[in-house]
């Protein structure tokens, strides 16, 4: 391991996740910060403390790479706070699509979560590599789902023909009443009348 492959991993892979994490909050996360200050500090010891440069890079590389893995962590979570919001919203997601946004919906967070477990697990045994592998299999996919499904049109059109739904199902109850009212009110003076 060198410096420079240490700069190559922050620029092709970090910085990319660094960048995602921060332009989702407007804001870098602390566990980020400190994995990359530790990365840097690791490489400021082989040019002012003459130490290994294959010994520095590599402890480097190890806490970027612990840095994006809890960037990988942090979409995911941020990935779940925007679905949690979204399933309770005030949304009918049935009306979406024809019927077919929802269960599409719930199938493709189920992979994600599948996925998502078990690169948590590869991680358990401390298998790096598959474990980067699932993170960004699991990252592509939580791309892919907020593109389709969190789609402010689809949306807000669902919810002005739930707004629409609602309404009328308030009409009718208003309508209901009034008759029921009406019938009630005059319906023993009908009954009067057929004794008659």
């Given at each position: 391991m060198t410096e420079k492959d240490v700069y190559l991993f922050y620029n092709d892979k970090v910085k990319i996740l660094y960048s995602e994490i921060e332009a989702r909050n407007n804001s870098l996360p602390i566990e980020l910060l400190f994995e990359i200050h530790a990365a840097f500090d690791h490489l400021k010891r082989i040019h002012v403390d003459g130490e290994s440069e294959a010994d520095c890079a590599g402890k480097a590389f190890s806490h970027l790479k612990r840095g994006s893995l809890d960037a990988f962590k942090l979409k995911l979570k941020s990935f779940n706070d925007d679905y949690a919001k979204l399933i309770k919203s005030k949304t009918d997601l049935h009306f979406i699509d024809n019927g077919k946004f929802l269960p599409s919906l719930l199938n493709k967070r189920k992979v994600i979560i599948r996925l998502a477990k078990e690169a948590r697990l590869f991680e358990g045994k401390n298998d790096i590599d598959n474990a980067f592998e699932k993170?960004?299999?699991?990252?592509?996919?939580?791309?892919?789902?907020?593109?389709e499904f969190f789609d402010p049109a689809k949306l807000q059109w669902a919810k002005k023909i739930n707004f629409l739904h609602d309404m009328r199902g308030f009409i009718v109850g208003i309508i209901t009443g009034v008759i029921g009212s009406a019938i009630v009110q005059f319906f023993p003076s009908i009954i009067k009348l057929l004794k008659r």
């Amino acid at each position: 391991m060198t410096e420079k492959d240490v700069y190559l991993f922050y620029n092709d892979k970090v910085k990319i996740l660094y960048s995602e994490i921060e332009a989702r909050n407007n804001s870098l996360p602390i566990e980020l910060l400190f994995e990359i200050h530790a990365a840097f500090d690791h490489l400021k010891r082989i040019h002012v403390d003459g130490e290994s440069e294959a010994d520095c890079a590599g402890k480097a590389f190890s806490h970027l790479k612990r840095g994006s893995l809890d960037a990988f962590k942090l979409k995911l979570k941020s990935f779940n706070d925007d679905y949690a919001k979204l399933i309770k919203s005030k949304t009918d997601l049935h009306f979406i699509d024809n019927g077919k946004f929802l269960p599409s919906l719930l199938n493709k967070r189920k992979v994600i979560i599948r996925l998502a477990k078990e690169a948590r697990l590869f991680e358990g045994k401390n298998d790096i590599d598959n474990a980067f592998e699932k993170w960004y299999e699991v990252s592509g996919l939580i791309d892919q789902f907020e593109e389709e499904f969190f789609d402010p049109a689809k949306l807000q059109w669902a919810k002005k023909i739930n707004f629409l739904h609602d309404m009328r199902g308030f009409i009718v109850g208003i309508i209901t009443g009034v008759i029921g009212s009406a019938i009630v009110q005059f319906f023993p003076s009908i009954i009067k009348l057929l004794k008659r």
